[in-house]
């Protein structure tokens, strides 16, 4: 595609709810990344796959946080057993290359959680 | 702990005004320095910075890193309203597989 889509642009959950976000990054592109951002701070590394091998899930931050992509393409964020904390705008970025490349960003999805 | 740090975290101009926005970092193996513009949307790439005293230049804006110093400024001249925004500064180290670090952003308001 001509960018990186996200879907859905908006969400909203009751708190104990599972929601998943998706991701569809630029054709091509082999690292996919997911980042948090919350009100008025810069995004936050989440996790990091090159094709369908997630090389890092350093900032996941809890086990209720699971990323997966299974075919190198299309990725899913889900979020277990949602919580008022886990509000904020997540995004997807991808990269022709490895992190050092230049990561384009899709337009993220704002999860509020009730 | 690698860290990027923006001045100011918020900014009102007037159409036409000059700005100039700041980015200081600490990280280890330092690779390259980004730019990016938000909007209500997708972050937008401006720049990638890896050498010191090179400027990049797009139309009105500007951007020159100082590796010695470890930082960046980001100049945007006559400013207009479409200019508003948050502008995220992030950097990237040399390890293969660590992630962009971004900084707060700082938030411009151009008003008419």
Known sequence: ?114 | EDKVVQSPLSLVVHEGDTVTLNCSYEVTNFRSLLWYKQEKKAPTFLFMLTSSGIEKKSGRLSSILDKKELFSILNITATQTGDSAVYLCAVGVLSGNTPLVFGKGTRLSVIA
């Open chain 1, 1 to 114: 595609g001509a960018g990186v889509s996200q879907s859905p642009r908006y969400k909203v959950a009751k708190r104990g709810q599972d929601v998943a976000l998706r991701c569809d990054p630029i054709s091509g592109h082999v690292s996919l990344f997911w980042y948090q951002q919350a009100l008025g701070q810069g995004p936050e590394f989440l996790t990091y796959f090159q094709n369908e091998a997630q090389l890092d899930k350093s900032g996941l931050p809890s086990d209720r946080f699971f990323a997966e992509r299974p075919e190198g393409s299309v990725s899913t964020l889900k979020i277990q057993r949602t919580q008022q904390e886990d509000s904020a705008v997540y995004l997807c970025a991808s990269s022709l290359g490895g992190p050092q490349n230049i990561q384009y960003f899709g337009a993220g999805t704002r999860l509020s959680v009730l």
